[in-house]
């Protein structure tokens, strides 16, 4: 099996900006589709809500990353320095680039690709949990273990916030 040298904090920051990224993504693709609003909603949401949350997870684990040097200085310990805007930027590209895969289907669909509408979702759902299984999948490159395993463990936990997102968008336009 292939072994690279793989700072911690980097796979945590990547494996952390692509799950968040798929899940947040289709969160997104499920509440719109539970609420059946129009596909072009969809694709609006999605890319506003895939920039604007990469962008504020990326800063976040940068004012982290901050915090946490300042906090090991501050208490005297010996810590190594490094930039701290790496993780950041692992976080926001492995965010967007994962978050784009539930908007496949619907961006296809604008272009004409996709045969019916009514496809869109379903075929968002699979890429979606394909994604997530390869994320989880690929991270085992790294920290070793099952491939199976590793895919279905992100698997799992994003059908459950796809599960929740569904539903929440579902009830309240029953409510409206």
Request: glycine share 12%; no cysteine.
């Given at each position: 099996?292939?072994?690279?040298?793989?700072?911690?904090?980097?796979?945590?920051?990547?494996?952390?900006?692509?799950?968040?990224?798929?899940?947040?993504?289709?969160?997104?693709?499920?509440?719109?589709?539970?609420?059946?609003?129009?596909?072009?909603?969809?694709?609006?949401?999605?890319?506003?809500?895939?920039?604007?949350?990469?962008?504020?997870?990326?800063?976040?684990?940068?004012?982290?990353?901050?915090?946490?040097?300042?906090?090991?200085?501050?208490?005297?310990?010996?810590?190594?320095?490094?930039?701290?805007?790496?993780?950041?930027?692992?976080?926001?590209?492995?965010?967007?680039?994962?978050?784009?895969?539930?908007?496949?289907?619907y961006v296809a669909g604008a272009f004409g690709f996709v045969l019916s509408a009514d496809m869109l979702f379903p075929l968002s759902i699979f890429f979606t949990a394909?994604?997530?299984?390869?994320?989880?999948?690929?991270?085992?490159?790294?920290?070793?273990?099952?491939?199976?395993?590793?895919?279905?463990?992100?698997?799992?936990?994003?059908?459950?916030?796809?599960?929740?997102?569904?539903?929440?968008?579902?009830?309240?336009?029953?409510?409206?």
């Amino acid at each position: 099996m292939f072994k690279f040298k793989f700072s911690p904090k980097l796979i945590r920051a990547a494996v952390y900006g692509a799950n968040d990224g798929i899940i947040t993504t289709f969160a997104v693709v499920a509440g719109v589709a539970g609420a059946s609003l129009s596909p072009n909603i969809v694709i609006i949401l999605g890319i506003a809500n895939m920039i604007a949350d990469g962008l504020s997870m990326g800063i976040s684990d940068y004012l982290g990353e901050v915090s946490e040097q300042r906090m090991r200085k501050n208490l005297n310990e010996v810590f190594q320095e490094k930039n701290h805007w790496m993780t950041g930027v692992v976080t926001f590209t492995f965010f967007v680039i994962a978050g784009v895969f539930p908007l496949l289907p619907y961006v296809a669909g604008a272009f004409g690709f996709v045969l019916s509408a009514d496809m869109l979702f379903p075929l968002s759902i699979f890429f979606t949990a394909l994604s997530l299984f390869v994320a989880g999948s690929a991270r085992t490159i790294v920290t070793g273990g099952s491939v199976l395993r590793g895919g279905m463990e992100m698997l799992g936990m994003g059908a459950i916030a796809a599960v929740v997102a569904y539903g929440l968008g579902a009830y309240l336009e029953s409510l409206l």
